[in-house]
């Protein structure tokens, strides 16, 4: 089991930046894929970044160039740096893992140890 608690989250004007934390706490001794999704009032869920346990990244189209996932192992902290944001950012982003293979690391929505959670709102 792993626990997984985001931060950061806020409201911030379009062109903004904000930097989201997850740490992940438990049985953290194996390795895992990492990764961020987020969901809007409404919409499905979409895979913003993962972090594959070989160091591989991917991301989302709509963030590819504004956002940057990366990893402090000795604190156990997954982070999500995004700038120039716009109003279409604006959900709830969730931290999420997983240590399995059971599907493409870029599969965030699918991995089965998520978050509570951390609201990001970005106004026009």
């Known amino acids: 089991q792993v626990q997984l608690v985001e931060s950061g989250g806020g409201s911030v004007q379009a062109g903004g930046s904000l930097r989201l934390s997850c740490v992940a706490s438990?049985?953290?001794?194996?390795?895992?894929?990492m990764g961020w999704f987020r969901q809007a009032p409404g919409k499905e869920r979409e895979g913003v970044a993962a972090?594959?346990?070989?160091?591989?990244?991917s991301y989302a189209a709509s963030v590819k160039g504004r956002v940057t996932i990366s990893k402090d192992n000795a604190k156990n902290t997954l982070y999500l740096q995004m700038n120039s944001l716009e109003p279409e950012d604006t959900a709830m982003y969730y931290c999420?893992?997983?240590?399995?293979?059971?599907?493409?690391?870029?599969?965030?929505?699918?991995?089965?140890?998520r978050g509570q959670g951390t609201q990001v709102t970005v106004s026009s």
């Open positions: 438990g049985y953290t001794y194996r390795p895992y894929n």
């Open positions: 999420a893992a997983d240590p399995r293979d059971w599907y493409a690391y870029s599969e965030v929505v699918l991995y089965h140890y």
């Open positions: 972090l594959a346990r070989d160091g591989d990244t």
